[in-house]
């Protein structure tokens, strides 16, 4: 398994930002498409956004469309998650997965390689 370190969660009031980040440990995140993914207390782990392996082509959740913004600087082998205009209901654990494959998918079972988790909470 591939390790990633995820970093940038914390406390913001409704409307405010965040930039997650995604980082791997020992080896390079090119050839790997990213996932970032969502769990609230309760709740199952749902995806939020995912960017392919190429950076060409993105997707996002329809709850998050509009306001966060997926990226992946090749340089610094990082991937990012800009979070804006945030809402009480954004508040959960975010983490990052990597799978070997081009394409995008919104799916759990579809990555194999996850990070710890950052928590993300948003006060009204």
């Known amino acids: 398994q591939l390790q990633l370190v995820e970093s940038g969660g914390g406390l913001v009031h409704t409307g405010g930002s965040l930039r997650l980040s995604c980082a791997a440990s020992g080896f390079t995140l090119d050839g790997y498409t990213i996932g970032w993914f969502r769990q609230a207390p309760g709740k199952e782990r749902e995806g939020v956004s995912c960017?392919?392996?190429?950076?060409?082509?993105?997707n996002y959740a329809d709850s998050v469309k509009g306001r966060f913004t997926i990226a992946r600087d090749h340089a610094k082998n990082t991937v990012y998650l800009q979070m804006d205009s945030l809402k009480p209901e954004d508040t959960a654990v975010y983490y990052c997965?990597?799978?070997?494959?081009?394409?995008?998918?919104?799916?759990?079972?579809?990555?194999?390689?996850w990070g710890q988790g950052t928590q993300v909470t948003v006060s009204s």
């Open positions: 960017i392919s392996s190429s950076g060409h082509s993105t």
């Open positions: 997965a990597a799978r070997e494959y081009y394409i995008c998918s919104p799916y759990v079972r579809d990555f194999n390689s």
